[in-house]
């Protein structure tokens, strides 16, 4: 009993629905903030020369105004053209880093929408519970990863910048134009060194947080047990719906018997009716059959309808096992029901 209640198995896919609902998905910031930072980085270096164009327009607007009178209504109109330029500066960056933020968590765990995280829970102002959540495990494993990934983009910056403080000597001798080109070109190669260590720790948190994660949704057997119960249905409602519909089968089934021609019996474990019309068939027809209390029942019916009982041991058993309700009878038996049909036919003649 104790085995069923350890979360050992695997969460279903059930469980990793209902928790995605919940708006319970593995997210990784490290991911997120890794496809972010690349787009911005492209973005800015794809537009940059733009950008510089924008700046310096901007710049010269400025420096008209040098020897004028700053009135408030010419100060407001420089604040306003000052914003129009730096939103025409911004949007073009904004734009493609808060597509790259929405890919970025569509790529981890799909579409998602739900309003779920917004109700309001009383618990979650629990101070007793806030404080427990404070001082837990999970709360110390995220400080240490946050100390070792702070610690790791550092020393490669600063491995980095290390390098390039001893090309200065020589770049504080060049003209502005070359120590521009230097300061570009060592931006973008730190860039490119701090992108790649981003990837690998963005990798490494990825995987890390899906491992919590599907940790975290495990259930136990018994869980597994209840949610397949509450997919299928409890198995007790199930037969009872079975039973149901076989009832009002069988009362089908004995609703045909007075329309049979004969009921072949056992003659008393086994029952079956038939059914001939050569306009609607090409074979005799099972119309109704059963063994013991419903072939009793049967025989009830077909003596109450006037329907010819006739004791054939042999052939009742074989069609009871070998055709179904509402089946044609095979051709194999066609010479064994023709005899009994003749005989019934010649019976209702004779009288």
């Known amino acids: 009993m104790a085995d069923d209640l350890e979360k ?28 972010t930072l690349l787009v911005a980085v492209i973005t800015v270096t794809a537009l940059f020369s733009w950008i510089m164009d924008r700046l310096e327009s901007l710049y010269r607007y400025y420096t008209h105004f040098y020897g004028i009178e700053l009135t408030p209504t010419l100060l407001a109109e420089i604040a306003a053209y000052t914003i129009v330029q730096v939103a025409i500066i911004i949007l073009p960056l904004a734009l493609p880093v808060a597509i790259a933020g929405m890919l970025a968590s569509w790529v981890q765990f799909g579409f998602l929408f739900t309003t779920k995280p917004l109700v309001p829970d009383l618990t979650k102002i ?51 134009l070359q120590q521009t080109a230097w300061l570009g070109e060592r931006a973008l190669i730190l860039a490119a060194v701090m992108l790649v260590l981003l990837l690998v720790l963005a990798l490494i948190d990825l ?52 329309n049979a021609d004969v009921v072949i019996t056992n003659p008393t474990h086994y029952a079956v009716a038939l059914k001939y019309k050569e306009s609607e068939s090409s074979a005799p027809k099972v119309v109704a059959k059963g063994a013991d209390l419903i072939a009793l029942k049967i025989r009830e019916i077909a003596r109450e309808s006037g329907v010819q009982i006739v004791e054939n041991p042999p052939l009742a058993r074989e069609l009871y096992k070998h055709v179904d309700v509402d089946r044609e009878v095979p051709e194999r038996f066609y010479h064994a029901v023709a005899e009994v049909l003749a005989f019934v036919y010649k019976s209702k003649r004779a009288l």
């Not at 050992?8 to 496809?35: L, Q």
């Not at 999970?138 to 070792?148: S, Y």
């Not at 947080?209 to 209840?226: A, C, P, T, W």
């Open 126 to 176: 629990d101070p007793i519970k806030g404080a427990k959540n404070l001082f837990s495990l999970k709360k110390l494993v995220e400080g240490a990863k946050i100390t070792m990934k702070v610690a790791a983009v550092f020393v490669v910056a600063f491995s980095v910048f290390l390098g390039f403080i001893e090309e200065l000597v020589s770049v504080s001798r060049a003209q502005i």
């Open 207 to 258: 995987l890390f947080v899906r491992y919590n994660y599907f940790k975290g949704l495990r259930m136990s057997k018994q869980e597994i047990k209840d949610e397949m119960k509450q997919m299928e249905g409890n198995p007790e409602i199930k037969a009872k719906i079975r039973q149901i519909q076989m009832e009002m089968a069988r009362k089908r089934m004995l609703a045909e018997v007075p």
């Open 8 to 35: 050992t198995e695997e969460p279903t896919p059930k469980k990793i629905e209902d928790a995605k609902k919940e708006g319970n998905v593995p997210r990784s910031m490290d991911t997120s903030g890794f496809i």
